[in-house]
């Protein structure tokens, strides 16, 4: 099966065009999406994740069909 992908703002920018899921065959955390999804490019420390419309931290698990969505740091006026 498949974990969906989502870039939000400067991040979908930056990254390579067309990543929308990734195998979920040996994915286990967060991290290790990011990693598969922009081909083993380092997951800033600053990226925001979530898991499901939740917010989670790069290290917490993930499974077959959940959705991912990184988001760059928000930052306000």
């Given at each position: 099966m498949a974990i969906k992908v989502k870039f939000f703002a400067s991040l979908r920018e930056q990254l390579p065009e067309g990543i929308n899921q990734v195998d979920a065959d040996g994915i286990?955390?967060?991290?290790?999406?990011?990693?598969?999804?922009?081909?083993?490019?380092?997951?800033?420390?600053?990226?925001?994740?979530?898991?499901?419309?939740?917010?989670r931290e790069p290290h917490e698990s993930v499974s077959d069909g959940d959705e991912?969505?990184?988001?760059?740091?928000?930052?306000?006026?």
């Open positions: 286990e955390t967060i991290s290790d999406v990011w990693e598969r999804a922009t081909s083993t490019q380092l997951m800033p420390s600053h990226v925001l994740c979530s898991v499901n419309l939740e917010h991912v969505a990184f988001f760059p740091p928000v930052t306000g006026g």
